[in-house]
C-alpha cells in the first residue's frame, strides 16, 4: 500500500516541480537511474533516501505522507507566510479563501 504510494508521489511532487528524474537523481547524489528505478516500480527508497527526498522537495516526511495534500510544498510555504499576519489580516485572508470554494 506504501511502496505504491510513495513511488506514485515521488513523480507527482517531482512533476509539479518540473525536473527531470535523472536532474533529481544526481542532486540527491545518487545514480542517475535512482529516482527512474523507484517511479518505476523497481526499488523502494530507504528511510534515509526518503528523507532526503523530502528535504529536496521542502517539506517534511508528514507532509510527504499527506494524501489529502496535493501541493505540500507550496502549502507549507503558505503557512509560513501566514504565521507573520496579525490576526485581522488574516480573517480578511480566510474570507477571501472561503470565497473559492
Not at 510544498?73 to 488574516?90: F, M, N, R, V, Y
Request: proline share 3%; hydrophobic share 35%; net charge negative.
Amino acid at each position: 500500500m506504501y511502496e505504491e504510494f510513495t513511488q506514485e508521489r515521488i513523480a507527482q511532487l517531482r512533476m509539479q516541480r518540473e525536473v527531470s528524474a535523472r536532474d533529481m537523481s544526481l542532486s540527491l547524489g545518487q545514480n542517475s537511474s535512482y529516482i527512474n528505478q523507484i517511479e518505476n516500480k523497481r526499488a523502494l527508497p530507504s528511510l534515509q533516501g526518503l528523507f532526503y527526498i523530502c528535504e529536496y522537495f521542502g517539506i517534511t516526511p508528514q507532509q510527504f505522507f499527506d494524501e489529502e495534500t496535493v501541493y505540500p510544498a507550496q502549502l507549507a510555504e503558505l503557512i509560513e507566510d501566514l504565521k507573520k499576519l496579525d490576526s485581522g489580516t488574516l480573517e480578511h485572508v480566510s474570507a477571501l479563501v472561503k470565497r473559492f470554494y
